[in-house]
Nanobody
Framework: QVHLVESGGGLVQAGGSLRLSCTAS????????MGWFRQAPGKAREFVAA????????RYANSAKGRFTISRDNAKNTVYLQMNDLQPEDTAVYYC?????????????????WGQGTQVTVSS
């Protein structure tokens, strides 16, 4: 069973940057389609970005386009989410997830492995 561990969250001022990391305990991140989701208090978990296991293709939520970048380092077995120009509305717990199919999915129900989450707080 794959365990995912996120890190890199924290408190940042608006306009700042953070890089989240997600490391898989088994297998390699290249064998799974990896996704990042976030959940703010009182809101549903929402898709942020994902990277396919097949060709490394990526997909982003509209709110993330142009500001966030998902990438994968197979040698370190880690997936990253580089977040730039952070805004208060980006405040949430960010979760790493994985699914076996190569197709990128935006519905969290289509991912079967989840990390514990890392808090990102953006102050205005």
């Amino acid at each position: 069973q794959v365990h995912l561990v996120e890190s890199g969250g924290g408190l940042v001022q608006a306009g700042g940057s953070l890089r989240l990391s997600c490391t898989a305990s088994e297998g390699t991140v290249s064998t799974y389609t990896m996704g990042w989701f976030r959940q703010a208090p009182g809101k549903a978990r929402e898709f942020v970005a994902a990277i396919s296991r097949s060709d490394g293709g990526t997909r982003y939520a509209n709110s993330a386009k142009g500001r966030f970048t998902i990438s994968r380092d197979n040698a370190k077995n880690t997936v990253y989410l580089q977040m730039n120009d952070l805004q208060p509305e980006d405040t949430a717990v960010y979760y790493c997830s994985s699914r076996s199919p190569m197709r990128i999915a935006t519905n969290p129900n289509e991912y079967n492995r989840w990390g514990q989450g890392t808090q990102v707080t953006v102050s205005s």
